[in-house]
C-alpha cells in the first residue's frame, strides 16, 4: 500500500510544524476531505470543547470511509491511530516550530486563520508556547510508541518541511501521471 492507496489519513505533530499547510496540500492531491481538528475543537474565545464530549466527537470524524484529520490533541491519539491507514508524523525541530509559530501569528494578526473558528482571533497562547517547548520530550514519545504499535499502517515521518515539501511535489507528480 502506499499513502496513494490511503483513504484515512493523520496529520500530526508539534504546534507550528507545518501540520495544517501539509495537511491542505495532501488534501488537494488525494483529493480527500480534510478536518482541521482546531476547527472543531475550539468554540468562540478559544473555548475548549469538554474532554468527553472532544472524545465521541473525534470517534465520530474518524468513523468515515474517506478523511484526513490534521492536529494533535493527545488524548483522542490513539482513537485517530487505531482508525487511520495512513499516519504523517512532522517531527520538526523546535526552533523551527517556534520560528513558524511566530511567522504564523504575523501573517493572521489581522485575519481570521482558515483552520480555526471565526471568534479564535490568532495569538500566541502562554499554553501553547509551553506545549511546543514541551512536545519533544512529552508528546513526540507518545507520537513513536503508537507507530512502534501499529507497524502495518503506512508511516512518513518528516524532519524538515523541505523534505514535506519535495515529498508532496513527488506525489502529485505521480498522481497526475496515473490520470
Known amino acids: 500500500m502506499g499513502v496513494r492507496d490511503c483513504k484515512k ?25 480534510l478536518t482541521h481538528l482546531d476547527a472543531e475543537f475550539w468554540q468562540p474565545g478559544w473555548v475548549g470543547t469538554p474532554r468527553e464530549q472532544w472524545l465521541e ?9 474517506e478523511w484526513i484529520l490534521d492536529g494533535n490533541y493527545g488524548s ?12 504523517i508524523f512532522m517531527d520538526i525541530s523546535r526552533p523551527t516550530c517556534f520560528m513558524n509559530l511566530f511567522k504564523r ?13 471565526e471568534d479564535c ?7 501553547e508556547l509551553i506545549r511546543t517547548w514541551n512536545y519533544p520530550k512529552a ?19 518528516f524532519y524538515s518541511l523541505k523534505a514535506a515539501k519535495k ?6 507528480k505521480k498522481v497526475n501521471e496515473e490520470k
Not at 9 to 33: D, Y
Not at 57 to 65: F, I, L, N
Open 139 to 157: 508528546e513526540r514519545n507518545r507520537v513513536l510508541s503508537y507507530m512502534t504499535r501499529f507497524p502495518k499502517k503506512e508511516m512518513h515521518t
Open 167 to 172: 515529498w508532496l511535489a513527488n506525489l502529485e
Open 76 to 87: 483522542t491519539l490513539k482513537v485517530r491511530f487505531l482508525e487511520a491507514d495512513c499516519v
Open 9 to 33: 489519513i493523520i496529520v500530526i505533530g508539534n504546534c507550528g510544524s507545518g501540520k495544517t499547510t501539509f495537511a491542505t496540500r495532501l488534501a488537494e492531491i488525494l483529493n480527500l476531505p
Open 105 to 117: 501569528r504575523l501573517k493572521y494578526h489581522t485575519k481570521p486563520r482558515p483552520d480555526l473558528p
Open 57 to 65: 466527537k473525534v470517534k465520530a470524524m474518524s468513523t468515515g470511509d
Open 121 to 127: 482571533p490568532e495569538i500566541i497562547r502562554r499554553d
